[in-house]
């Protein structure tokens, strides 16, 4: 007995060519990188107070370095004791466009307490190697030189902290400013007078 077949259907492939299998795995997705959402209110702040913190630490070392060359210019004045300076080595400097001096680097070498001590001597005058040149030195800072004529140039000054106080002072104010803005929105307000809604 011949069993006939019965005929496919192909109303669905009217080629009549074989088709592949097919599974329906689900909607397929494009996986796309996440989108980073920048406060721009945070932002101004994280710029300004990079900006206060690096304008406090320039006026912290004006102040520093003021201090510390007052001093030094009264410890020569009150403790400074006179040193014979023979002059080693002193080498041109050069100017703004390399074609002109701008006078010389000299150093030199001091005894001092009966010890030996090798420092630049202030100014930018020739001194022929070998020559002798007056000093003043501190015995407490033996390190500490200058030259009479540099001496009667310096003079501790409070002028030394006008910049570093108008930096410091600048900060303070921008702080304050910040500080009682801050204290006089009510609570859950944002600076453009909107109410922070959002979920604490």
């Not at 410890?75 to 080693?88: A, F, I, K, M, W």
Request: hydrophobic share 40%; net charge positive; aromatic share 4%.
């Amino acid at each position: 007995m011949t069993m006939i077949a019965p005929e496919s259907d192909h109303s669905d492939n009217p080629s009549g060519r074989p088709v592949p299998n097919q599974r329906d795995d689900g909607p397929v997705t494009a996986h796309r990188g996440g989108t980073v959402s920048v406060d721009p209110r945070r932002a101004k702040q994280v710029v300004l107070g990079i900006v206060l913190t690096t304008v406090a630490v320039i006026g912290v070392v004006l102040l520093v370095a003021g201090i510390q060359n007052n001093s030094q210019i009264n410890s020569l004045r009150n403790n400074g004791v006179p040193v014979t300076v023979t002059v080693g080595t002193c080498l041109g400097l050069m100017g703004g466009t390399g074609q002109n001096s701008a006078g010389y680097s000299c150093s030199g070498t001091y005894t001092l307490g009966g010890t030996l001590y090798r420092q630049a001597i202030p100014g930018i005058a020739f001194h022929a190697p070998g020559s002798t040149v007056p000093g003043i030195a501190v015995p407490d800072d033996p390190k500490l030189l200058t030259t009479p004529d540099q001496l009667v140039r310096q003079h501790a000054s409070w002028s030394a902290f006008i910049i570093p106080g108008l930096l410091l002072a600048l900060v303070g104010a921008t702080l304050a400013f910040l500080l009682v803005g801050r204290r006089s929105r009510p609570a859950g307000a944002v600076p453009d007078g909107n109410v922070d809604t959002e979920p604490r």
